[in-house]
């Protein structure tokens, strides 16, 4: 599993914790403000299963209006409805974390600039560095190992915390505030105090593989992403073929998993959803590359956004998929405004791939499983295809 520290909504990192855009384990929300289609638009109305969540948001405002009203915590009435709910991605926000999300969304951050992924015997390990980023100026590199976290052992939690402490609650821990991080290379331990900073992140990163193949990256579906990614396809030189590698992508936007799919697509449908039992479709934009060979590289840390469009591809016969079985997280969630600014998000339906199947708790399994060297196997099987990876 592996993790980054951009913001991202999360029931298990609620208030008092900073929201980490995972990817790996985080629970990545597919549906954000304002990406699903609207609803005057035309789509199929067919019943699906009801969604997960038996309450609603007006009873989640209600519960928040009264507490207010006795002088209470609105969030904290609100987070006591959901959690009751047994409505497993429910979360409720206050005002400012949610709108550090929203900053998250448009590749904004606070934070030390490094990426993490759990490694054998519950080790964290350093996977990547934002350059000029505080980790970056204070020597970290790829394949540390964070040890420490202000003092505190690390080992065997979870990425996505180790991710949370370092980013701190923007309250208590804004820009400039310090986390000392303890660190081993090569057996050789030692300390260093970084200064959290106010970070802008490139979640596309494009680059050209030995034979000529184009490898785009995307860590996240923030704002831009789908653009960025059929940029790339473009700009890809002849019959190259593409490793279109979402390891790690935690999701975001459905709209920018749309358009990101549509680079592979010539319209048709990238997915369904249903809405309180109602399907809509989301589909391809017209136009995109459908000759170029397409392998797309995933892992346990492949979700929500990400898997729609690894269900779009594969299921489409646009690419053959390599690596392991995906995340999971095929739900969709809602935000509703409460009367102290807050926010609470309930589940209200879920997607499915082209050919019907469910991601929820099911995940996607590649076409090609393998646990170790995966893009090396990916650039193999490209290769095969024809893409010269």
Do not use: C
């Not at 090569?186 to 596309?204: F, N, Q, S």
């Not at 920018?256 to 479709?281: C, H, K, M, P, W």
């Not at 459908?290 to 990400?306: E, H, K, N, Q």
Request: hydrophobic residues 40%.
């Amino acid at each position: 599993m592996s993790g980054s520290e951009l913001p991202q909504r999360s029931r298990g990192v609620r208030r008092g914790a900073a929201l980490t855009f995972v990817f790996a384990s985080v629970l990545a929300t597919a549906a954000a403000t304002n990406s699903l289609p609207r609803s005057d638009e035309k789509s199929p109305v067919l019943p699906l299963r009801a969604a997960s969540s038996t309450v609603h948001g007006d009873d989640v405002a209600r519960a928040a209006a009264e507490a207010m009203a006795d002088g209470k915590s609105a969030t904290e009435a609100a987070e006591e409805v959901v959690s009751r709910s047994g409505d497993r991605w429910g979360a409720v926000y206050d005002k400012s974390e949610y709108e550090e999300f929203e900053q998250g969304l448009d590749g904004r951050y606070t934070g030390v600039g490094l990426a993490a992924r759990g490694a054998a015997g519950g080790l964290i390990e350093v996977t990547r560095v934002q350059p000029g980023a505080p980790a970056a100026r204070a020597g970290i590199r790829a394949g540390d190992t964070v040890r420490t976290v202000d003092g505190a052992s690390v080992a065997k939690r979870p990425v996505t915390e180790v991710m949370a402490l370092l980013r701190g609650d923007t309250r208590s821990a804004p820009a400039g505030s310090s986390v000392v991080l303890g660190l081993e290379r090569d057996g050789h331990r030692w300390t260093r105090t970084l200064r959290r900073a106010e970070l802008t992140t490139e979640p596309v990163t494009v680059g050209t593989l030995p034979g000529g193949a184009r490898l785009i990256r995307v860590e996240a579906f923030t704002k831009g992403t789908g653009a960025r990614v059929r940029d790339a396809v473009l700009d890809a030189p002849g019959d190259a073929g593409v490793l279109l590698d979402l390891r790690g992508n935690g999701g975001g936007l459905v709209s920018e998993a749309v358009t990101a799919a549509s680079a592979f697509l010539d319209g048709g449908l990238v997915a369904t959803y249903d809405i309180n039992g109602e399907q809509r479709v989301l589909n391809a934009d017209p136009g995109g590359d459908t000759t170029r060979p397409l392998v797309v590289l995933v892992d346990s840390g492949t979700m929500s956004a990400a898997e729609l469009v690894t269900g779009a591809l594969q299921d489409r016969g646009r690419s053959i998929t390599v690596g392991a079985r995906t995340f999971g997280k095929g739900s969709v969630q809602m935000p509703s405004k409460l009367p102290d600014g807050s926010v609470a998000e309930l589940t209200v339906g879920h997607y499915r791939t082209p050919a019907g199947h469910g991601v929820d708790g099911r995940g996607i399994t590649p076409d090609v499983q393998v646990s170790e060297r995966a893009q090396d196997r990916a650039r193999t099987v490209l290769s095969g295809l024809g893409g010269n990876g």
